[in-house]
Every structure is written in structure tokens, then in C-alpha cells.
């Protein structure tokens, strides 16, 4: 019902700025405003996945999954987009077919997804989202890896095993309160990534998290590379 109810108004409510940015999108270059890609849902069942377009063209062939702060592939109005996370705005119709949820692990495609552990594979009991405690914790995924020369590898590496551990302590403290907590942080994170940053940091420890999880919400230490759950050995190749 939050979920039908919450995407339902979001839609009406954001419709007339989802259109304004559709237009200026193809205004671009007159090609497709919207972007479909294939992810893996809810029992690894494939899904369309609409996102405004913040790419150029054919800028998903080159097998690169993370995007970095600077990548020459994202547009002038990508940019603009991506920064207060409009492009993900087209994904409360995938809510509303019930492909998404408004809280959940963000969707991965299909080659990402081959990489799990076993104990990462407990994530596809979950609906993905359109924001969870990890979305709001790596909420700066292109600055955290700008520079890198692997994006993927280091996403593997650094970012990974700690977005996959924050879904699987959702997965064991999911609770209605839980999500309406997420659902205002995102709403922060928009204006203040730091605060939001604290307001998970005290859900995590109001739901039980260890204190190694919380460290890495609050981001005030560098990322070291670390064995995703459920594995001994770091990633060494993507």
C-alpha cells in the first residue's frame, strides 16, 4: 500500500517537471529522453528499468557498470540530473508495476549480479528500490571513485562489500518504521548527503547494526578494499 500510494502521488505530483526534463533531454541531441535498461529483480527475474537519460547514446556498450565523477559519457544535463537524482524519477512506474519497491537494494544488472556470494544472493528475497541505507550512505558513488582507472574493480573492491552488507542488515531489520525513516533521509540527501549520512548512522545503530557498519555510514575514514560478504579473499578481477 506504501508503496502503490507513495508512487502513485510522486508520479502526479512530479509529472509535469519528469515531462519538462524529457523535453529538454531530447532537445539534446532528439534522441530517446528515457533510458530501459535490463535488471535483475525480486528471485533474479529481469526487469525493465526506466531512468531519465543522463548518458549519451549507446554509452552502456562499453561494459563499464559504475560511473565515475567526470565521466565523459554523461551529458551537460546529465550532470544536473544525476546531482539531485531526477533520473531516477521514471522508476516510480516500475514501482507501481510492482517490479520496484520505494525502499529496497538498488537494481543491478545482470553481469553484477553473477559476482555474488552465496550470502549475497540472499539480496534477490528483496524487491529492489528506489533508495535504501546504502543509496544514502555511497549517495556520492562517482566522487568516491573519481579518478579511477577500474571503476568496476573498484566499486568490486572498495564500495561492494559494504553496500551489500548494509542490504542484508535491511533484509534482517525491514520494518514499516525502517522504510518511512529511508524514505525522509532520501529526501535530505538531496540538500545534505552528511546529514542524511547521520541519520542512517543512528538508525543503524537504533535497528543493531555492528559497529564497523556504522563506521562506514558516517564516511569519515577512507575506503579500504575488502572480501565481499560471504568471501575470504578480496575481488582481484571484475
Known amino acids: 500500500m506504501l508503496d502503490i500510494f507513495g508512487a502513485g502521488m510522486a508520479l502526479i505530483l512530479l509529472g509535469p517537471l519528469i515531462l519538462a526534463a524529457m523535453f529538454f533531454i531530447w532537445l539534446q541531441d532528439r ?22 537519460r543522463s548518458m549519451r547514446v549507446g554509452a552502456d556498450r562499453n561494459a563499464v557498470d559504475t560511473t565515475v ?11 544536473v540530473l544525476r546531482r539531485y537524482k531526477l533520473d531516477e524519477l521514471p522508476q516510480f ?22 559476482l555474488y ?3 549475497e544472493r540472499r539480496m534477490l528475497a528483496l524487491r529492489p528500490g528506489i533508495t535504501d541505507f546504502s543509496s544514502i550512505v555511497f549517495g556520492d558513488l562517482g566522487e568516491v571513485l573519481a579518478g579511477s582507472t ?24 525491514q520494518s ?8 525522509g533521509l532520501t529526501a535530505i540527501a538531496i540538500f545534505s548527503g552528511q546529514t542524511a549520512r547521520r541519520g ?19 564516511r569519515t575514514a577512507p575506503l579500504k578494499p575488502t572480501p565481499p560478504p560471504g568471501a575470504d579473499a578480496i575481488v582481484t578481477s571484475r
Request: glycine share 8%; charged share 20%; hydrophobic share 40%.
Open 31 to 52: 534522441q530517446s529522453p528515457l533510458y530501459c535498461g535490463r535488471r535483475v529483480g525480486r528471485s533474479g527475474a529481469e526487469f525493465v528499468c526506466y531512468k531519465l
Open 117 to 119: 556470494t552465496a550470502e
Open 150 to 173: 577500474d571503476p568496476n574493480l573498484d566499486y568490486n573492491q572498495l564500495v561492494r562489500p559494504w553496500k551489500s552488507r548494509l542490504v542484508l542488515h535491511y533484509l534482517d531489520h
Open 69 to 79: 565523477s567526470g565521466d565523459p559519457r554523461i551529458t551537460p544535463l546529465g550532470h
Open 93 to 114: 512506474w516500475n514501482v507501481l508495476k510492482g517490479d520496484m519497491s520505494l525502499v529496497g537494494p538498488r537494481p543491478n544488472v545482470a553481469r553484477e549480479v553473477a
Open 176 to 183: 514499516l518504521g525502517v522504510d518511512v525513516s529511508l524514505l
Open 200 to 218: 542512517v548512522t543512528w538508525l543503524l545503530e537504533a535497528t543493531g547494526a555492528t559497529a564497523e557498519l556504522t563506521a562506514i555510514s558516517r
